[in-house]
């Protein structure tokens, strides 16, 4: 027993366990110190017994692996808590400090850390064993090759799910004029939002729908767009952004409820009898998700949708290589959430739409998911295609042309 401790306190075990210590508490601050009002304390329970399970076991048979294994154990840990440990980083940088940043610089050292430990494992081990030069090399070979197979298949899925699963917090500034109300909107799921309501002056309205990761700021100036048209304007902070309760989820899962809020609202005010939206990246997918649930939106513009879910991938592609990532992504979305994705693709959403869409596309990428919706909407949409434009930029890129075309969208379909 005695000699098994002590082969377990080497300095490579204890430097491993100590950093993984670090990280694991970041976890656990992020499970159960970050969320905010809204959030049970059990939602992230499941991502956080992962963490545990996974630390203890890496932990203890550390030692016990051969050299090339303990190197890419430490790799992987590290690498996931230096991307997670980043993105708060990165808040610290650019916003502002939150105890919940503290420890995830914490988790960004030791992810450091233990990166460190796993290129110093291959070079203090270097030539031990039986093996030949040959041997090694081609084992050397093997390891590189399964490396970039395990970050392109593995790795990358993970470490996107990490970074879009901690969206924090951003300032909120304020309204473009006075002429906006503050709206508190209680979602059918229980959770309470905030955002700002601008009167209608032409009997209809629009709702603006950020983008993941955004607040009701990101769509200040498609507001003023449509504000200048006599359009009702509508725009409010997604659930866990800004001043609205819940979890923050980039990939608009849960937004449903916080879309029929905001509808409902606009549909009992006595200024609105026309309501359309506009979204824009995730906020885009959330306004054809709505249109193909509810019979009272009369026009949507999506501004750069893609995927919300795996269903949206099976639509898009049958390559596997982008299929098996994807899956492992949303998947790691869920358990990170603690709640599943959807279970209908967008397309599907656009065809039983009675709403005309107009499908705004910037570059290569998006232009390919522009002609899946496209096409499921047939000819109940048009697709616009922006080669130039940056993800959900066009607005400013090309503010005449926008304006234009998307006006006159909304003043064909709801009047102006």
């Known amino acids: 027993m005695l000699s098994q401790l002590r082969s377990r306190t080497t300095g490579e075990a204890l430097v491993f366990a100590s950093a993984t210590g670090v990280a694991l508490l970041h ?12 959030v049970p304390l059990t939602q992230h329970l499941l991502a956080a017994a992962i963490a545990l399970v996974a630390s203890v076991l890496a932990v203890w048979f550390f030692p016990s692996l051969r050299p090339g294994l303990r190197s890419a154990v430490a790799f992987t840990f590290g690498v996931l808590a230096t991307v997670n440990g980043g ?3 990165h808040h610290i940088i650019n916003q502002d400090v939150t105890a919940n940043d503290v420890s995830g610089v914490s ?3 030791a992810g450091i850390v233990l990166i460190g430990l796993a290129a110093a494992i291959p070079f203090r081990h270097r030539g031990e064993g039986p093996a030949g030069p040959v041997r090694r090399w081609v084992t050397r070979l093997l390891v590189v090759v399964v490396g970039v197979l395990a970050a392109y298949g593995v790795g990358g899925p993970v470490g996107m ?8 917090s951003k300032p ?6 006075a002429a906006y109300e503050t709206v508190r909107l209680t979602t059918s799921d229980g959770l309470e939002l905030e955002g700002w309501y601008r009167p209608s002056r032409n009997g209809a309205a629009v709702l603006l729908v950020s983008g993941g990761g955004s607040t009701r700021m990101s769509t200040l100036r498609h507001a003023t767009m449509l504000e200048r048209q006599g359009y009702g304007v509508m725009v409010y902070d997604p659930r866990g952004m800004g001043n609205s309760e819940g979890t923050p989820n980039s990939y608009g899962w849960g937004w449903e409820h916080d879309v029929d809020a905001a509808l409902d609202y606009l549909g009992q005010r006595d200024d609105v009898d026309r ?9 885009a997918d959330m306004a054809i998700d709505a249109a193909g649930r509810r019979t009272d939106l009369r026009a949507v513009v999506a501004d750069g949708s893609a995927a919300i879910g795996y269903e949206d991938i099976k639509e898009f592609s049958d390559d596997p290589l982008l299929r098996g990532p994807m899956w492992l992504l949303f998947k790691t979305v869920e358990v990170i959430k603690g709640r599943s994705g959807p279970d209908v ?28 919706y496209d096409r499921a909407g047939g000819d109940r949409s ?9 993800h959900t930029a066009a607005l400013k890129q090309y503010p005449e042309q926008y304006e234009r075309r998307v006006t006159a969208f909304f003043a064909e379909h709801l009047g102006s």
């Open 27 to 38: 976890a656990f601050d992020d499970a159960f110190a970050l969320p905010g009002p809204g």
């Open 107 to 109: 988790a960004l050292l």
């Open 382 to 390: 048009e697709l616009w295609y922006l080669p130039k434009a940056s």
């Open 87 to 89: 993105v708060h980083a």
């Open 275 to 283: 309501i359309g939206a506009l979204g824009l990246s995730s906020g």
């Open 172 to 177: 909120l500034g304020d309204p473009p004029n």
């Open 345 to 372: 693709s967008l397309a599907d959403r656009l065809e039983r739409s009675r709403a005309p869409h107009l499908v705004i596309a910037a570059g290569s990428q998006e232009k390919e998911w522009g002609e899946l």
């Open 161 to 168: 799910a990490v970074v879009d699963s901690h969206t924090l």
